[in-house]
């Protein structure tokens, strides 16, 4: 009979089924449960993660900053006010320079009356009108009577009309000829000169300057210079025609035969004391022209030397087309009834 410890030697060396064991089924059990757990470990690690970026995925390696707001949206046209009429019309530079020119003459005309007269300017301007454009005048006034003595003296003498040349040589010279003339040439010399000096003032600031100062621009520089010309201009216009009248009665009498003393005494018939009076009064309405023109065209001036330029050739030109105007409109006005002159000079 076998003994107890080899009972027990063989029942510890008899061989266990691992799933008879209980505790092998337990530590089994455990180990499926560890795997089932990690393999829900490795399933929940595989879940994808949402990455969230604070840029579009077009740009989000590039960086760009932020757009400004739009501007606001402009109103309507139905909405807005309409521009007043007239808002954006300038007037054309010659209607502006015309008015400038009448605006002047009326402020010209107003400080006269009111004795605001600079003296000692005006004795410059009337020194510098009169005897500086003395010569000028007087040595054109002396070849436009001789020339009118060619063209006709011949033809009066054929006619046997010689008594009666002196007269129609006064009466042309003192009526047209000189008054026209020596505006011609007054507005080529002193007209240019005055547009020139107050256009050259006026870009370079000298008239702003003389405004600190305290003094007026047309008190001190426009008044003189239209003064001078109104009253030398009368001066001139009468010794042009003494001269126009002399040379023309020297060359008559030197080429053409007619007596020197036969053409004085017709031009002393047929002249009447309105006939020069007349001539002086259109020397001072071209004067005036001459003058305001000048001067309004100057102190208008812009544009630096190109400006002065223009505003002194076309201060010229429109004294020119005034000075043939006025003499127009004076002529009709003056000589409308006239007629029975060359009938004294005749004799």
């Not at 009356?113 to 009337?126: F, K």
């Not at 210079?225 to 030398?232: E, K, M, N, S």
């Not at 429109?318 to 006025?326: C, D, K, R």
Request: hydrophobic letters at 45%; one cysteine or more.
């Amino acid at each position: 009979m076998p003994s107890s410890t080899g009972v027990g030697a063989a029942f510890l060396l008899r061989p266990i089924s691992a799933r008879s064991h209980p505790l092998v089924r337990l530590s089994s059990a455990s180990a499926n449960v560890s795997s089932h757990l990690f393999r829900l470990d490795q399933s929940r690690r595989r879940l994808p993660v949402p990455r969230l970026s604070l840029t579009p995925a077009s740009t989000s390696s590039n960086y760009s900053p932020p757009l400004p707001p739009p501007p606001p949206a402009a109103p309507s046209p139905s909405s807005a006010a309409p521009p007043p009429p007239f808002s954006k019309w300038s007037p054309p530079r010659a209607i502006w320079r015309g008015l400038s020119a009448l605006l002047l003459a009326g402020q010209v005309f107003h400080r006269v009356l009111t004795g605001r007269v600079h003296g000692r300017n005006l004795l410059a301007q009337l020194r510098r009108v009169g005897p500086g454009s003395a010569g000028v005048s007087l040595l054109t006034a002396a070849f436009v009577g001789m020339a009118f003595t060619i063209q006709f003296v011949r033809e009066f003498t054929r006619l046997g009309l010689h008594r009666s040349v002196g007269g129609v040589l006064a009466l042309a010279l003192s009526r047209e000829l000189t008054p026209v003339v020596t505006a011609v040439v007054a507005a080529g010399r002193v007209g240019s000169a005055f547009a020139a000096e107050l256009g050259t003032m006026q870009v370079s600031e000298q008239t702003d300057t003389l405004r600190v100062l305290g003094a007026q621009p047309v008190d001190y520089l426009v008044v003189p210079r239209v003064l001078a010309c109104v009253l030398a201009l009368p001066v001139l216009t009468l010794m042009s025609f003494v001269l126009g009248l002399a040379s023309s009665a020297f060359l008559a009498d030197s080429i053409f035969g007619v007596s020197t003393s036969i053409i004085l005494e017709s031009a002393r018939r047929a002249l009447r004391p309105w006939d020069l009076i007349s001539s002086l009064l259109k020397s001072q309405v071209f004067g005036a022209i001459i003058s305001v023109v000048s001067c309004a065209w100057g102190v208008t001036t812009h544009g630096g030397a190109k400006g002065v330029g223009e505003s002194t050739t076309s201060a010229v030109v429109i004294s020119l087309v005034g000075i043939f105007i006025a003499d127009f409109a004076l002529s009709c006005l003056f000589f409308q009834g006239a007629g029975d002159s060359l009938k004294y000079a005749m004799g």
